[in-house]
């Protein structure tokens, strides 16, 4: 087993081990995406609609922001699930591309109403944080609020 380590082969091993670790502890430990003050907060919906005259959220719903730039969530009816990049008080999905489920709610329900509010509405926007409170605002002048999770 000595023999594996000693010689040019073998320091050539040993530099690839040492330099494939290192490359697997930056994948791990750095971001993906700049996330802000949003990387590593998680939401659960409790109004939406216009900000004038918000409704109240009557399904559970939620929202997750990793830090490696990865979103993910329920808005009552599918899960939904992205990249996103904040600064400044402004998010945006990487790609423009928001994946989900195709559950089938019916409108007239509160899942299925909050389901067609979020569908195509998960787009760049503005967000306003604070400590116990997260604002979305999306691009038609919708918004989305949030409490802190549990």
Avoid: H, K
């Amino acid at each position: 087993m000595d023999g594996i380590w000693q010689g040019r082969g073998g320091r050539l091993l040993a530099a690839a081990f040492v330099v494939g670790l290192v490359a697997v502890a930056l994948a791990v430990l750095i971001p993906d995406r700049e996330t802000a003050e949003l990387g590593g907060t998680s939401w659960t919906l409790v109004a939406y609609g216009p900000a004038a005259a918000p409704t109240a959220a009557e399904a559970p719903a939620s929202i997750t922001f990793e830090t490696n730039g990865r979103f993910y969530g329920f808005d009552g009816c599918n899960q939904f699930f992205g990249n996103f990049r904040a600064a400044g008080g402004r998010w945006e999905i990487v790609d423009g591309e928001v994946g989900r489920t195709l559950a089938e709610c019916d409108a007239g329900t509160p899942e299925g109403a909050q389901g067609a509010f979020f569908r195509g509405r998960l787009t760049d926007g503005s967000y306003t944080l604070t400590a116990d409170r997260l604002t979305l605002r999306f691009a038609d002048g919708q918004m989305a609020e949030y409490v802190r999770a549990e």
